[in-house]
């Protein structure tokens, strides 16, 4: 079983930058896509960010430029810049990876983010 560790949430005011982590560890087949979802209270989960085959980078239509998903394969790491953030942006940012044959979906707990002055 994959276990995914994520850090960097936390309260930032309108315009500022945070950068979340997201580290997986455990029984680890090979990692074919890790990306980033958020749920907002009383809102649906969308994806923020993926990123497959180390290089294959999908945005949902609202990060607009301001976010940016990379991974360190050696370290099964995924990172995620976030700049010019938002008080829409508050939501809880789960860390997700797809692995194996099987496809395996392994979820994060969750880091909170608040945009908020």
């Known amino acids: 079983q994959v276990q995914l560790a994520e850090s960097g949430g936390g309260l930032v005011q309108p315009g500022g930058s945070l950068r979340l982590s997201c580290e997986a560890s455990?029984?680890?087949?090979?990692?074919?896509?890790m990306a980033w979802y958020r749920r907002a209270p009383g809102k649906r989960r969308e994806l923020v960010a993926s990123i497959a085959d180390g290089n294959s980078r999908n945005y949902g239509d609202f990060v607009k430029g301001r976010f940016r998903i990379s991974a360190d394969n050696a370290k099964n790491t995924v990172y995620l810049q976030m700049d010019s953030l938002k008080p829409e942006d508050t939501a809880v940012y789960y860390c997700?990876?797809?692995?194996?044959?099987?496809?395996?979906?392994?979820w994060g707990q969750g880091t909170q983010v608040t945009v908020s002055s």
């Open positions: 455990g029984s680890i087949e090979p990692i074919y896509v």
């Open positions: 997700n990876t797809v692995s194996g044959k099987a496809l395996r979906n392994d």
